[in-house]
C-alpha cells in the first residue's frame, strides 16, 4: 500500500480519530507523529491533511427525541412491563434499583452511544442499554437516574454527525 492508502486505514481503524478529522479538531503533523506509520512523517502528515479534507464535515444535528424517565425498575423475571430482555434476563417492574431513561423519536445506535459515552464521562454506570425501532433504552442506578436525564437532553442538544 502507498503512504496514503496506509494512513486513511490507519484512521478509519479509529473511530474516534476519523471523526476527529471530520470535525476539524486535529492537527495533521501530531496525527501522523501519533500514528506512527513506516514512511516520511510529512508524507503521513500531507495523507492525513488530504484525508481530513476529502471526509464529510461534522454537521450540528437536533435530533426530535422525549426522554422520559421511569423509576423503580430492576432485573426481574416477570413477564409483566419488561423495558428491555436479551436471550431471557430482563429490566422491568418486578425489581428495583434502577431507573430507566427511555427516548423515542429520532433514536439510532450511534445516537445511543454518544449517550452512554457521556454518561461515562459523568461517572455514571450504565447496567444496560438497547436501541429498537425509534426507541433507547438506558438503566442506570436509581440515584443517578435525574443527573443521567440532565446528561442525556445535553448530549441529544449536541449532536454532531
Do not use: F, K
Not at 64 to 91: N, Q, Y
Request: hydrophobic residues 50%.
Amino acid at each position: 500500500m502507498n503512504t496514503a492508502a496506509t494512513t486513511r486505514a490507519a484512521v478509519d481503524r479509529l473511530p474516534w480519530l476519523r471523526r476527529g478529522l471530520r470535525a476539524g479538531l486535529l492537527n495533521a503533523a501530531a496525527v501522523a507523529g501519533w500514528l506512527d506509520l513506516p514512511g516520511d512523517p510529512e508524507s503521513v502528515a500531507a495523507a492525513v491533511r488530504r484525508y481530513g479534507a476529502d471526509l464529510e464535515p461534522l454537521a450540528a444535528d437536533t435530533p426530535s427525541v422525549t426522554v422520559r424517565m421511569r423509576a423503580g425498575l430492576g432485573h426481574g423475571d416477570t413477564a409483566d412491563d419488561r423495558i428491555l430482555e436479551v436471550l431471557g434476563a430482563s429490566i422491568g417492574g418486578s425489581g428495583e434499583g434502577l431507573t430507566v431513561l427511555v427516548c423515542t423519536g429520532d433514536v439510532d445506535p450511534q445516537m445511543l452511544a454518544l449517550c452512554i459515552d457521556r454518561l461515562s464521562v459523568g461517572s455514571i454506570v450504565v447496567d444496560a442499554a438497547g436501541v429498537l425501532d425509534q426507541t433507547a433504552v438506558i438503566a442506570v442506578p436509581s440515584r443517578d437516574g435525574p443527573a443521567a436525564l440532565r446528561m442525556i437532553e445535553d448530549t441529544l442538544a449536541a449532536i454532531w454527525r
